[in-house]
Nanobody, 120 residues
Framework: QVELVESGGGLAQPGGSLKLSCAAS????????IGWYRQALGSQRELIAT???????NFADSVKGRFTISRDTTRNTVYLEMSSLKEEDSATYYC??????????????WGQGTQVVVSS
């Protein structure tokens, strides 16, 4: 079992920055993809950034060039640094982890989410 806890959400002004954290605990997978997702009211959950256990990253076009994803393996934490924020970035942000467990079965876990509001 893996527990994911997001933090760092809050209110930011357009053009501002926020840094979100996703701390993992429990039986950490050795092979994984961690993704940051967001879901605005009335919208579907959107995958916006991923990082693998090898450090490979990928971004949705909507955040490319503005958001970065990084990880601190010593702290089992993944970060999402958001800059040049826009009002349309307002959403609840979730981290999700997926990977094979010790039996080879693919498992997935979600955090509880952290809310980001971009408004002047």
């Amino acid at each position: 079992q893996v527990e994911l806890v997001e933090s760092g959400g809050g209110l930011a002004q357009p053009g501002g920055s926020l840094k979100l954290s996703c701390a993992a605990s429990g039986r950490i997978l050795s092979i994984y993809v961690i993704g940051w997702y967001r879901q605005a009211l009335g919208s579907q959950r959107e995958l916006i950034a991923t990082v693998t256990h090898l450090g490979a990253t990928n971004f949705a076009d909507s955040v490319k060039g503005r958001f970065t994803i990084s990880r601190d393996t010593t702290r089992n934490t993944v970060y999402l640094e958001m800059s040049s924020l826009k009002e349309e970035d307002s959403a609840t942000y979730y981290c999700g982890l997926q990977g094979p467990d010790s039996t080879g079965r693919v498992v997935g876990y979600w955090g509880q989410g952290t809310q980001v509001v971009v408004s002047s």
